[in-house]
């Protein structure tokens, strides 16, 4: 069955980087569209990022476009999120999600356990 | 960017009793070309990622029991739970998918037990 497992949370400095994975399994990685959303702590749900199969497609939230950059390896079946410059509203848990279908306008079927990132210095 | 609104922002219904929680788009989530309204609904604990509930507005997801729907069309949507039971007390988003370039979530409504 489908799983996603997310890494590379913790506390992080205001300024800093991070780079978060999520290693996916369980299905053609290669040809599905990738998403990160967040939920910081005891809000709602927030999308994040969108990378197509390729890469050749990449969408961002108002919110972080220019400070967090989301990639992909299909060699190692994983999905990246780079977060440069990181703020305290920032600080989330931050879930990678998969698409039902390779469309673009496409509900997720899938969430990996998600890990959490503290901005704070 | 399309916002998504939910209402209430939190409710209480006791054991067997229906829950209704509401959702308005800013623009319509109806694709004639297909008939579909792209709209999602999930389910979420506390400390545990969020669970498709129902899609295209009124699917229900393999697995999800028939005491969950979905329905509307355009711009309002709800989501019903006919008979609530203890293991329903959740937080519940829906989402709207239309766009194709940003995926928004309502605000959440919390569902607990009266």
């Known amino acids: 069955q489908v799983q996603l497992e997310e890494s590379g949370g913790g506390v992080v400095q205001p300024g800093r980087s991070l780079r978060l994975s999520c290693v996916a399994s369980?299905?053609?990685?290669?040809?599905?569209?990738m998403h990160w959303v967040r939920q910081a702590p005891g809000k709602g749900l927030e999308w994040v990022a969108f990378?197509?199969?390729?890469?050749?497609?990449?969408y961002y939230a108002d919110s972080v476009r220019g400070r967090f950059t989301i990639s992909r390896d299909n060699s190692k079946d994983t999905l990246y999120l780079r977060m440069n410059s990181p703020r305290p509203d920032d600080t989330a848990v931050y879930f990678c999600?998969?698409?039902?279908?390779?469309?673009?306008?496409?509900?997720?079927?899938?969430w990996g356990p998600g890990t959490l990132v503290t901005v704070s210095s | 960017d399309i916002v998504m609104t939910q209402s209430p922002d939190s409710l209480a219904v006791s054991l067997g009793e229906r829950a209704t929680v509401d959702c308005k788009s800013s623009?319509?989530?109806?694709?004639?070309?297909?008939?579909?309204?792209?709209l999602a609904w999930y389910q979420q604990k506390p400390g545990q990622p969020p669970k498709l509930l129902i899609y295209?507005?009124?699917a229900r997801e393999f697995g999800v029991p028939d005491r969950f729907s979905g329905s509307g069309s355009g711009t309002d949507f709800t989501l019903t739970i006919s008979s609530l039971q203890a293991e329903d007390v959740a937080t519940y988003y829906c989402?709207?998918?239309?766009?194709?370039?940003?995926?928004?979530f309502g605000q959440g409504t919390r569902v607990e037990i009266k």
């Open positions: 999600a998969k698409p039902v279908a390779s469309v673009l306008s496409s509900y997720f079927d899938d």
């Open positions: 369980g299905f053609p990685f290669s040809t599905y569209g």
């Open positions: 990378i197509s199969f390729d890469g050749n497609n990449i």
């Open positions: 623009q319509s989530l109806f694709n004639r070309s297909n008939d579909n309204n792209y």
């Open positions: 295209w507005a009124s």
């Open positions: 989402q709207q998918y239309y766009s194709g370039s940003t995926w928004t």
